[in-house]
């Protein structure tokens, strides 16, 4: 397994603090955290990349990068393949947006918000950057939330910026 790639701690914590045990949470991208959040949590993890399949016990979506009219506007390569989204659940207490990569883009989920279950919570993931910032805003704007917490992070990336999470709370 590769090392570095998980959630911060302060959202880690954040997720042990206002998530039940035994919840459900949906993630784009898996990694070492799914893993941790796997002991505790039902996951439902959604993947491009073959390398990080199938590391927990949780149940994993195989979906490939495609390009969406969203993602090309914005000059990404793509998001996942909505054709393998199909039979997610349809409530999920938390939805987590930590991938694609940022080579790839997230932005392309704009394009597909119709596919997502109900939820409680979304966590979007590295706001600190800016095409995530700008996702959040888009997000935001699309969808009717209670209440947006800001979660910032003691670790840092390489500029010396500390990493950001950003969580959306939905109304009722």
Not at 19 to 27: F, G, V
Not at 100 to 108: A, E, F
Request: charged letters at 25%.
């Amino acid at each position: 397994m590769r090392t570095g790639w998980m959630l911060p701690d302060e959202v880690m914590d954040w997720i042990y603090d206002n998530l039940p045990e035994k919840s459900t949470i949906l993630e784009f991208g898996s990694g070492e955290g799914t893993v941790e959040l796997s002991s505790r949590y039902q996951m439902v993890s959604v993947e491009h990349d073959e390398d990080w399949l199938a590391l927990s016990e949780g149940r994993y979506i195989h979906a490939g990068i495609v390009q969406n009219s969203v993602s090309t506007r914005f000059n990404q390569k793509g998001w996942y393949d909505p054709r393998k989204l199909t039979n997610l659940p349809s409530f999920v207490d938390a939805v987590i947006i930590d991938g694609p990569p940022g080579d790839i883009g997230r932005i392309g989920i704009l394009d597909h918000l119709e596919l997502l279950p109900s939820f409680t919570f979304c966590i979007v993931d590295d706001t600190d950057r800016e095409a995530e910032s700008m996702l959040l805003e888009k997000l935001t704007s699309m969808l009717d939330f209670e209440d947006q917490i800001e979660i910032t992070s003691s670790s840092r990336r390489g500029n010396g910026i500390p990493r950001k999470a950003t969580v959306l709370v939905c109304r009722g």
